[in-house]
């Protein structure tokens, strides 16, 4: 039996922590014994991993040290990791902890997954144009590199001038087992149902663009009457947002729902789903709401982060005017689950 080393910071909420999550679930443990390794206990998602990977914790390092060059910094953190592997993945990216452990373990293949498309996050983000800079020299250390999705990845190559290591194309896995699982809770908030309700569910944050969605919205608000937006979710831009839609007078058609641990009974009432981010990485939430069988929106410039699964749209107040009630069937995404596991097993 082969083995292989996972490295993530956490498993707390967020995209690549879910993504993290399905991805170890669906590793073959009868060929490969799995070791996932974690920087902090705090880990809402920890529930959910198969008991068959074992987790193990290494120490996580002050948050000033993001602002030492990783060169340096590789010398003054050992993980203190023993165990010979066969693979060793990289998973999250961003943090320092994971790629000086992913670099020090022995092992033949290191690989590291891209999450986002890091040429736009250069553009719209100070903070992580200073970051890059600090660590992008840990990318020499990795044999091969893997985007959930061709944008991602190819701002990935073209930003760090990536020309001899293998790269791949893997997007997430969406666990629909879960999903349908979660449905079965009662959802906190009851809906319209004389309404078109359309819901958006996102970190609340200048990526996610939902100052975007709502300043569109009030442009042609007074066709909206028989609407009604719920967005779901926390953040940073909470406070932003909720003063963009008092300014605009869109109380009455905007609803802030908040973070909800399980999102999905709220959105299994909805007709449709609407996120305009900046960018994404891969934006699996679109295919979370196609598994609800809900009507996507989604602008144009975000197809290259979804890969042809959804289509992208140029005119967005037409598709939302255009949207009727319907109802909608759960959809399990087993073809597209299952070429992603072929992917992953022939990686």
């Known amino acids: 039996m082969k083995k292989m080393a996972i490295f993530q910071v956490d498993l707390n909420i967020g995209g690549i922590q879910k993504s993290c999550v399905n991805f170890v679930n669906n590793i073959d443990t009868k060929k490969y014994k799995v070791d996932l390794y974690l920087c902090s206990n705090d880990n809402i998602y920890l529930p959910e991993i198969n008991k068959s990977i074992n987790v193990k914790y290494i120490k996580a390092m002050p948050y000033l040290t993001k602002l030492i060059p990783f060169s340096i910094l590789k010398h003054f953190y050992n993980p203190h990791i023993e165990d010979n592997y066969d693979v060793v993945i990289d998973f999250n990216s961003y943090a320092n902890e994971s790629a000086i452990a992913a670099i020090k373990t022995k092992s033949p293949l290191k690989i590291m997954w891209i999450h986002n498309d890091i040429e736009v996050k250069k553009k719209e983000e100070l903070l992580y144009r200073i970051l890059h800079f600090l660590f992008k020299s840990k990318y020499k250390y990795f044999n091969k590199f893997v985007g959930v999705s061709t944008g991602a990845l190819n701002s990935f190559i073209r930003i760090n001038k990536i020309k001899d290591r293998e790269v791949a194309v893997i997007p997430n896995l ?52 028989n609407f009604h937006f719920y967005i779901i979710g926390g953040g940073t831009s909470e406070a932003h947002i909720q003063k963009l839609i008092t300014e605009h007078q869109l109380g009455h058609l905007i609803t802030l729902v908040g973070y909800l641990k399980n999102p999905y009974p709220l959105m299994n009432q909805m007709d449709a789903f609407i996120l305009t981010s900046r960018y994404e990485g891969q934006g699996m939430v679109f295919l979370e709401a196609k598994s609800l069988g809900l009507d996507v929106i989604m602008p144009k410039h975000l197809e290259q982060y979804v890969d042809k699964e959804i289509n992208g749209i140029d005119d967005i107040k037409k598709a939302i005017l255009a949207l009727k009630k319907h109802s909608h069937k759960f959809d399990d995404l087993k073809e597209y689950n299952d070429k992603i596991i072929n992917l992953i097993n022939n990686l």
């Not at 819901?199 to 909206?224: M, P, T, W, Y």
Request: glycine share 4%; charged share 35%; hydrophobic share 35%.
């Open 174 to 225: 969406i666990d629909t087992r879960l999903i349908k699982e979660k449905l079965k809770e009662k959802s906190p908030f009851q809906v319209d149902e004389q309404k078109i309700n359309v819901c958006s569910v996102g970190r609340l944050v200048h990526q996610k663009g939902f100052d975007i969605l709502v300043s569109n919205l009030a442009k042609f608000s007074q066709e909206l009457e």
